[in-house]
């Protein structure tokens, strides 16, 4: 399929409409927990290579990208909004303003895609996997983060998730562009509006 240039502008302008929906990413928890928790797991059970490049997609201000540093990872971070990526940049990490479904990298560039609750916030959740199989290397893993549908916090809600899909169309949606599934985790809690579920889960590039 070829996109006139007519479609091509208003699928542009309706990018710009979406990039117009990002907020900036507070440090909180029990966010920050889980990144310690889930990085330490990672580093563990699969351990990237000596000095391996890691892109953290949505990196939101810098948690995930502070705890690769101090495990001796090259992290660069990926988000579209201009509050965290400045507060990223003010820390010292490298970071590249860059829509998740369309990343400006050479295949075969990192070791680990370490995404964590942002691919819900992509309108074409398959699209985008492709993209992240496309920048991993042969045997990569990525780290995929995903907040479960109909709970007390009722994510489906939030003003800019638009996939959030139950945890079975994840795992199908990662098989069929690429991944093998490694392992899957449910983190039940209970936030300030109840229960809630967030689903871990690492894939390795086949």
Not at 66 to 79: I, K, M, N, P
Not at 80 to 105: H, R
Request: glycine content about 6%.
């Amino acid at each position: 399929m070829k996109l006139t240039a007519a479609q091509l502008q208003r699928f542009e302008a309706f990018l710009d409409r979406i990039k117009g929906e990002t907020y900036p990413e507070a440090i909180r928890e029990p966010h920050q927990q889980i990144t310690r928790d889930m990085i330490k797991h990672l580093c563990e059970k699969y351990p990237p290579p000596p000095a391996a490049r890691v892109l953290d997609v949505g990196c939101g201000q810098g948690v995930a990208l502070e705890l690769f540093r101090q495990h001796g990872l090259s992290g660069t971070g990926v988000t579209l909004n201009p509050v965290d990526a400045k507060v990223c940049v003010e820390k010292g990490f490298d970071i590249l303003e860059m829509d998740q479904s369309f990343l400006d990298f050479a295949d075969a560039t990192f070791d680990l895609v370490w995404c964590r609750h942002c691919i819900e916030h992509s309108f074409l959740p398959y699209f985008t996997l492709a993209e992240f199989g496309r920048v991993l290397k042969p045997n990569g893993v990525l780290y995929l983060e995903v907040p479960a549908p109909d709970t007390a916090c009722h994510h489906e809600r939030n003003q800019n998730h638009y996939s959030i899909l139950g945890k079975a169309m994840w795992v199908e949606l990662c098989k069929k562009t690429g991944f093998s599934l490694l392992e899957a985790m449910d983190i039940n809690f209970t936030a300030p509006a109840g229960p809630d579920t967030y689903w871990p889960m690492f894939y390795r590039k086949r």
